[in-house]
C-alpha cells in the first residue's frame, strides 16, 4: 500500500485482521422474480448480481456486526481493541449509537465506540478516522466494522432497489505500527457533494421530516435512488478518486496489484476499471454473489477473495448464526465443543432450529436429534455428512 502521510516521526496505521459475515439466508435471483416483474436475466444484464444475503426478522446490524468483528480479532490473533468504529446506515436505533453495543457484545465493554454515517462511502471515512487515531497516538488498536441491513429500509417490492442490496458485515482490525510495514494504510481523497442530496435518500426518520410534523408516506420511510444519475457520478467521480490517490502516493496504475472498489453494481465496477486502464482480473468483486452490502462492502470483497470462494461460511459458522438467531447466547459461550445443554436451549428453540437447518442448510436433522448433549461440533458434522449422502 502507498507510505502513510502522517509523517516518518508518526505511527501509521497498519491493517492486521480482516473477515466478513453474512446472514446464512440467501435470496436468489429466481426468488424475487417470483415477487417482482423481473427474471434472472434481467437482474444479471443491469447489475451482475445473482444473488445476495438477507438478514432474519430480529437479526439487527449489530448481530452481523459482532459475527464479522469476532472473526476479525480472531484473525488478527488478538482478543481485543481499544477502539470501535462502525459504519452503518442502518443502526439498531437511532440512540444509541450501534458501536457501543457491538463493543460489548464482543467482551470490550468500555472501548471507544461510535458510529460513522456516510452511506456507503461509511467504511472509507471510518478508516481515514482509524488512521487519524493512530497517527496522533490517541489509538493503540481499531477494530473497524461496516454493516448494514439494507433490507430494513428497503421496500421488497421496488423492483428497482430490492434486487441490488444484500445485508452483510466486513471488520478490519488496525494496529500502530511502521509506514513503511506491508499493510499499512496510506493516502486518501474525501469528499462530498449536497449539491445531489436527492440522488440518494431516506427521506422519513431524520428530524427535517419530523418538523414539518404529520405521519411521513409509506413511500418516504424507504430507500430511494435514482438509478442513471447515481450510475453516471458513480463511475467518473470513482475514477477521479483512484486518480488522485494514485497521483498522491507517487504511483501509476500498473503499480497496483489489485483494485478494492465499494460493491455497488457490477457493470459500474467494469466501467470504472475501463476508464482506469484496469484490467478486470485486478478489480476484486463478489458484488454477484453478495450484491450492494453498503458500508460492508469494501471490507467483505478482500474477505471473500482471501477465503478463495464466494461461500466463506462452513457448516458450523452457518449453525452458530442459526442459533443465535433464535436463542440470546453470549458469545464468550460459543465454540465448537458447547453442548446444547450448556448454552440453555430449551425443547421448543430446538424445534426452531430444525426447521431452519432444513430451509437455510438444505438438510432435515429431526429436533428429536437435538439432543442436549450434543455439541455444536457434532450437529455440523451431522449435517455435513446428510449433504455428502443426498449429492
Not at 422474480?33 to 444473488?51: F, N, S, V, Y
Not at 462502525?86 to 440512540?95: E, G, M, R
Not at 472501548?111 to 489509538?139: E, S, W
Not at 450437529?379 to 449422502?389: E, K, M, P, Q, Y
Amino acid at each position: 500500500m502507498p507510505s502513510n502521510t502522517s509523517g516518518p516521526s508518526g505511527p501509521a496505521a497498519v491493517l492486521c485482521g480482516l473477515a466478513g459475515w453474512v446472514p446464512p439466508r440467501e435470496v436468489t435471483n429466481e426468488e424475487l422474480a417470483e415477487r417482482l416483474d423481473t427474471d434472472d436475466t434481467w437482474i444479471r444484464t443491469r447489475t451482475g448480481i445473482r444473488r445476495r444475503h438477507i438478514a432474519e426478522p430480529g437479526q439487527a446490524t449489530s448481530d452481523l456486526a459482532v459475527e464479522a468483528g469476532r472473526r476479525a480479532l480472531r484473525s488478527a490473533g488478538t482478543g481485543t481493541a481499544g477502539t470501535v468504529i462502525v459504519a452503518t446506515t442502518t443502526p439498531d436505533l437511532p440512540c444509541p449509537a450501534t458501536a457501543p453495543l457491538v463493543a460489548t457484545g464482543l467482551g470490550l465493554a468500555g472501548a471507544a465506540a461510535f458510529d460513522v454515517g456516510a452511506v456507503c462511502t461509511g467504511f472509507v471515512y471510518g478508516l481515514a478516522t482509524a488512521a487519524g487515531l493512530i497517527a496522533a497516538g490517541v489509538a493503540e488498536r481499531v477494530l473497524l466494522i461496516g454493516a448494514d441491513t439494507y433490507s430494513t429500509i428497503v421496500d421488497p417490492l421496488d423492483r428497482a432497489n430490492a434486487i441490488i442490496f444484500g445485508d452483510g458485515a466486513g471488520a478490519v482490525v488496525l494496529r500502530a505500527g511502521d509506514p513503511d510495514e506491508p499493510g499499512a494504510v496510506g493516502h486518501f481523497d474525501l469528499g462530498s457533494d449536497a449539491a445531489h442530496e436527492d440522488l440518494i435518500t431516506v427521506a422519513a426518520g431524520g428530524s427535517r421530516r419530523r418538523a414539518t410534523g404529520g405521519q411521513p408516506a409509506d413511500a418516504e420511510r424507504h430507500f430511494a435512488m435514482r438509478g442513471k444519475e447515481v450510475y453516471r457520478h458513480a463511475v467518473t467521480r470513482t475514477a477521479a478518486s483512484a486518480r488522485t490517490v494514485l497521483s498522491g502516493a507517487g504511483w501509476t496504475i500498473g503499480d497496483l496489484d489489485h483494485f478494492v472498489p465499494h460493491q455497488v453494481n457490477l457493470r459500474i465496477l467494469h466501467s470504472v476499471a475501463a476508464d482506469l486502464g484496469l484490467s478486470r482480473d485486478r478489480c476484486v468483486t463478489n458484488v454477484d454473489a453478495r450484491g450492494n452490502t453498503a458500508a460492508a462492502s469494501i471490507p467483505l470483497a478482500p474477505a471473500d477473495a482471501m477465503a478463495g470462494t464466494d461461500h466463506t461460511m462452513t457448516t458450523y459458522d452457518r449453525l452458530v448464526a442459526v442459533i443465535v438467531g433464535l436463542h440470546d447466547i453470549p458469545t464468550a459461550l460459543i465454540r465448537p465443543d458447547a453442548t446444547l445443554g450448556a448454552l440453555d436451549v430449551d425443547s421448543l428453540t430446538t424445534v426452531e432450529i430444525s426447521i431452519r437447518i432444513a430451509r437455510d442448510l438444505g438438510v432435515t436433522v429431526g429436533d428429536d436429534e437435538l439432543e442436549p448433549g450434543r455439541t455444536l461440533a457434532e450437529i455440523a458434522g451431522l449435517v455435513d455428512s446428510r449433504r455428502t449422502t443426498t449429492v
